[in-house]
């Protein structure tokens, strides 16, 4: 199974509410990454986990949380956002180290904040 | 910091011809990896070819070759015999631990 599976593949919310991404791999990978892609953009960095250590944070504001309950699963959770956050929500993880391993992307989550 | 840059925005090919895009990137380290990725539109992003920075021979993957230039930093991509399947953006990557950066992308377009 060489598959990064993220739900949901769409979201709508409000600026109060409070919602939560998902990703999930089962590659035995021990590096988990959350990335934002605005339209025709590269991805940007938000977050990255190394043996569900949180070893990166690219100064993501904190209406972003990140958390990584065990070595397959990486959730993003949302509060408060605002509507520049619209984006692709991309997961990716690798064997280890991203600059040793290719990164698996996930298909993303288009987050919609109105 | 360390940055990466790719000058053609866009670009297109004849089908069966050949194409090479550019990649740029700036850095103080030795050590380091060099990745293009491609992300077809609205499919998901997957790895073209890899380069290890202390490695001078350069990578090849099937119809896909770089020309990597340590000393130059330079790091371009070519697509040999293309096919209507390879259309999409393609990004170039420098990693180094657990840091990616990503270029701007160029957007191939395939002419049937």
């Known amino acids: 199974d060489t598959e990064v599976t993220q739900t949901p593949k769409h979201l709508v919310m409000g600026m109060t509410n409070k919602k939560s991404l998902k990703c999930e791999q089962h590659m035995g990978h021990r590096a988990m990454y959350w990335y934002k892609q605005k339209a025709k953009k590269p991805p940007e960095l938000m977050f990255v986990?190394?043996?569900?250590?949180?070893?990166i944070n690219e100064s993501v504001p904190s209406r972003f949380s990140p958390e990584c309950p065990n070595s397959s699963l990486l959730n993003l959770h949302l509060h408060a956002l605002q509507p520049e956050d619209s984006a692709l929500y991309l997961c990716a993880s690798s064997l280890g180290l991203a600059g040793a391993y290719e990164q698996y992307f996930g298909p993303g989550t288009r987050l919609t904040v109105t | 910091a360390q940055t990466v840059t790719q000058s053609q925005p866009e670009m297109s090919v004849q089908e069966a011809e050949t194409v090479t895009l550019s990649c740029t990137y700036d850095t103080s380290e030795s050590d380091y990896y060099l990745f293009w990725y491609k992300q077809p539109p609205s499919r998901q992003m997957i790895l073209v070819i890899r380069?290890?920075?202390?490695?001078?021979q350069n990578a090849t993957e099937n119809r896909f070759s770089v020309n990597f230039q340590k000393a130059a930093k330079s790091f371009s991509l070519k697509i040999s015999d293309s096919q209507l399947g390879d259309a999409a953006m393609y990004f170039c990557a420098y990693s180094r631990y657990d840091k990616v950066i990503f270029g701007p992308g160029t957007s191939l377009s395939v002419i049937p």
């Open positions: 986990y190394s043996y569900e250590k949180l070893s």
């Open positions: 380069q290890e920075a202390y490695k001078q």
